[in-house]
């Protein structure tokens, strides 16, 4: 059964904008070390990756029906990818306790634009 369905798509030069801006402010309020470490291989096109990872951390904020409140912490959602390259959402804390039983399926793409996510919760 689903529990919850988000989309969300985000202008890659948002995300860089705002790295550019705060730098390790912003990374370290928004994303994990895994997802940092991640991102930064990419090197010139690490925004696109970054980008994708908020546009994830958004969808699931919308699948879950609280948006960015109501408790919602982004460094609590976190992406890793499989060795075929398949993302994984990873939970930690309060959204890991409310959402961890549920099994979670995630698709990301990217433009050199913009990046989208889809994210379906189900029992």
Known sequence: MIIGIGTDIIEVSRIKDAIEKYEHRFLNRIFTELEQEYCEMFKDNKYLHYAARFATKESFSKAIGTGLTDG???????????????PVIVLEGGLLEKWGKYKTHVSLSHTQ????AYLIIEE
Do not use: L, Q
């Open 113 to 116: 634009g913009n990046a989208v």
């Open 72 to 86: 919602f912490k982004f460094r609590e959602v976190g992406i890793r990818n499989e060795e075929n390259g398949k």
